[in-house]
């Protein structure tokens, strides 16, 4: 697995946390919690590649990274959305600013201050563990 880094940087934790809440909610993990017994039917008789994934996000990390993009997407719509479409839909930077009619220089400077953002929405559970 390629973990994206722009222009070289390694990733900040925030970072690294969203982008490893981007791969657990691409999986499904945050779905709900029904599941209707056609689709679990479905879902037995379709070959699975892998069991699970073992992700270096814990739920309660993810939801928490979650519903602070939510919060975020609520307060400055553009901000979350890039977040959202950059590690959530894992885009590029490039079809972000394209989507947006923005430079993608000007999309990255959204999602780090969008992370910076989230880094402090998800500061007092930091300090409390």
């Not at 973990?3 to 691409?26: C, H, N, V």
């Not at 901000?79 to 009619?101: N, Q």
Request: proline residues 3%.
């Amino acid at each position: 697995m390629m973990i994206r880094k722009p222009a070289g940087r390694p990733l900040g934790d925030t970072e690294y946390l969203l982008e490893q809440w981007g791969w657990w909610r691409m999986d499904g993990m945050g779905g709900a919690g029904y599941t209707s017994p056609t689709l679990a039917l479905m879902r037995q008789a379709a070959a699975q590649p892998e069991a699970s994934k073992n992700y270096c996000i814990t739920d309660d990390w993810a939801i928490a990274i979650d519903s602070a993009v939510a919060r975020l997407a609520h307060r400055d719509q553009q901000m979350g959305d890039v977040l959202w479409l950059y590690y959530g839909a894992k885009w590029s930077m490039a079809r972000v600013g394209k989507h947006y009619g923005i430079s993608e220089g000007k999309a990255r400077e959204l999602a780090r201050a969008g992370a910076a953002w989230i880094d402090c929405a998800v500061s007092d559970i930091r300090s409390a563990a």
